[in-house]
């Protein structure tokens, strides 16, 4: 491909997807403790739960680094792309494209970044997206618009079981947390323009469930989607999911993707969590 794509690891893209698509995957950091680990190659989801639900052991994520991306960079040019297209966790949430463009800045206009303005497969569609315009063989620019238009056609919505991982980890205030504690209710997240949002509440983690699938069938309009759900130690949340939106949305539903999150979302989000991400498909020509 004239144009390769590099994604980061809180894409959560299914292994399946990465390999059809030759995406490139740049891992953030998780801290446990003070120990770093490579999200998706040396510490896991199970470590970032085991250690949020213990109490006794610190969790925080970091950014990669800019020469970690151009590292990234410099190899796949020098494998015989002609340009990248980089897409990414938001900037609201992460510096993770600040350091990306800050890579990119020293390659010229070979490499563009994309904010994906979300998480999970909110960046992942998008990615995904740009790898199928560049295995067309389109050029840069096109690959970088195929990705920017799916961002524009993806919406995340989250529920939690508390936001006090997101408020100690500085991604809500503390206002919101309160808001969101307060007897006992249970919070539904979105990400408008990137920002992670309070969009609803409930009562319950069932109420929480039925809620997403309501407002993922609104996202979804009148046109084909495809869905991501994503889960953290709640794969029954997930399989609820799934069942409830595939009887909802019928012959419009095409593709669908169920995984649990991974460490760096763990730590901030912490385990309860059930995501679902809508892509609307765009039309078909002709």
Do not use: W
């Amino acid at each position: 491909m004239p144009v390769a794509v590099v994604t980061d690891s809180t894409a959560y893209l299914p292994a399946e997807l990465l390999a059809v698509h030759r995406l490139t995957v740049v891992p953030l950091t998780v801290v446990l403790n003070g120990a770093e680990g490579l999200e998706g190659v040396e510490t896991f989801p199970g470590d970032a739960t085991r250690a949020l639900r213990s109490r006794r052991v610190s969790v925080s994520t970091s950014r990669p680094a800019p020469e970690q991306f151009a590292r990234t960079y410099r190899r796949l040019l020098d494998e015989g792309a002609e340009g990248v297209v980089s897409v990414h966790l938001s900037a609201e949430l992460s510096g993770t494209v600040a350091a990306a463009r800050l890579a990119a800045a020293d390659l010229g206009d070979r490499v563009t970044v994309v904010d994906s303005r979300s998480c999970g497969m909110g960046i992942g569609f998008p990615a995904v997206a740009a790898a199928e315009a560049a295995a067309t063989g389109a050029d840069l620019p096109a690959v970088r618009a195929a990705a920017r238009g799916a961002v524009a056609r993806t919406t995340t919505f989250f529920y939690l079981d508390t936001l006090e991982f997101l408020r100690r980890g500085g991604r809500i205030n503390a206002a919101e947390a309160l808001l969101g504690t307060a007897l006992s209710v249970k919070p539904i997240m979105y990400m408008p323009d990137g920002a992670i949002v309070l969009r609803d509440k409930v009562r319950t983690a069932s109420r929480g469930v039925a809620r997403l699938v309501d407002l993922a069938v609104e996202a979804s309009g009148d046109v084909d989607v495809d869905l991501a759900l994503h889960h953290l130690a709640a794969p029954q949340r997930a399989e609820a999911l799934r069942e409830a939106l595939a009887a909802r949305l019928g012959a419009r539903l095409r593709d669908t993707y169920v995984s649990e999150a991974g460490a760096v979302v763990a730590a901030h989000a912490g385990p309860g969590l059930a995501c679902v991400v809508v892509h609307r498909r765009p039309p078909v020509a002709g």
